[in-house]
């Protein structure tokens, strides 16, 4: 089995596990990974994360251009602009996930840091998270920013849209990905209630030891 064609299966199952999971739905969301110096396998538009074909992936550049298979996801861009922002970034996971939606619309948090440290394990594979501003889907405009934003930070949100998360590979950014999902769901549950985020000294010393 050829590298590509390896990666590309893990993909859909990558997809698959998200989709039964309920971590996208509908033909939402968008997965890529790199699989040569300037070839990025990406889930093409119009099919469920829970329904892909490795055999129907597309292939863009880093700058986003359409190269090969199926007609790439109409955000191709905003996965070009992270690998171009992220050298070591071998794959990103963007989700519509509900708790990280949700996070995304609310009108009280601080757009340079949306979520407090409430785990170690956020922290340790998420970080600081930023809320870009409110672009529709496939608009293009928000390529600049983002590519700007990746240079800092390995996930950010996009306002009432969605998660964008960078990883060394699938695995690790959907674990960041999933990771975010989660704090999001406990960030909501907390709500009106007194909570104990870590202590500055705590997250220093996490990002000390896990950079992300």
Known sequence: MSPEREVAEQVVALGASLFARSLTFGRTGNLSARVGDDRILLTPTGVSLGALDADALSVIDSSGRHVDGAKP?????????????????????????????????????????????????????????????????????????AEQTALDHSSFLVANHGSVVAGSDLASAADAAEELEETARLFLLLRGHATRPLSPEHVADLRARYAT
């Not at 509900?98 to 757009?111: E, F, G, N, R, Y």
């Not at 840091?113 to 870009?132: C, E, K, N, Q």
């Open 73 to 145: 996801s109409k955000e191709a861009f905003l996965h070009a602009a992270v690998y171009r922002s992220r050298p070591t970034a071998g794959a990103v996971v963007h989700l519509h996930s509900t708790h990280a939606v949700a996070i995304s619309c609310l009108a009280d948090v601080d757009p340079a840091d949306v979520l407090p440290p409430l785990t170690a394990y956020y922290v340790m594979r998420v970080g600081r998270l930023p809320l870009l501003p409110y672009h529709a889907p496939g608009d293009t405009s928000l390529e600049t920013l």
